[in-house]
Nanobody, 126 residues
C-alpha cells in the first residue's frame, strides 16, 4: 500500500514560517492529487490545501489563502506546504493525504482521500 511520511514540523514564533514535506512511497496509476489537513486538540480535522498532479491546480481553505502555498515535485512523489505568517490558530498536527477518486470538486472532503500520513506537529509560540 501507499505510505506517506510528513516532515518539517516544529516550534516557530508567531509570524514565522515553516515548510512541510510529504513523501509518498509510490504514486498509484489512479492517484488524482494530494491534500494537506490539520487537526488541533479537541477540534475536527480541517482542510488546508490540495494540489492536482496532472495540471498543478491548487485549492486552499479561506483561512490560509495568501499565507500558505502548496507545491509538488511530481518526479519525486513529494508535496510541500510553505506556511508563512503563522499564528496560534495554525498550531495543529498536519497530515498529508492521497486522493484516488476524481469526483467533481471534493478537495475538502476527508472521506475522498484514501491514504494518510502519520502527521507532523506544528507549534507556534508567542
Amino acid at each position: 500500500q501507499v505510505q506517506l511520511v510528513e516532515s518539517g514540523g516544529g516550534l516557530v514564533q508567531a509570524g514565522g514560517s515553516l515548510r512541510l514535506s510529504c513523501s509518498a512511497s509510490r504514486r498509484t496509476f489512479s492517484s488524482y492529487g494530494m491534500g494537506w489537513f490539520r487537526q488541533a486538540p479537541g477540534k475536527e480535522r480541517e482542510f488546508v490545501a490540495a494540489i492536482r498532479w496532472d495540471d498543478g491546480n491548487t485549492y486552499y481553505a479561506d483561512s490560509v489563502k495568501g499565507r500558505f502555498t502548496i507545491s509538488s515535485d511530481n518526479a519525486r512523489n513529494t508535496v510541500y506546504l510553505q506556511m508563512n505568517n503563522l499564528n496560534s490558530v495554525d498550531a495543529a498536527v498536519y497530515y498529508c493525504a492521497d486522493r484516488e477518486r476524481p469526483l467533481l470538486g471534493g478537495w475538502s472532503y476527508t472521506r475522498l482521500y484514501d491514504y494518510w500520513g502519520q502527521g507532523t506537529q506544528v507549534t507556534v509560540s508567542s
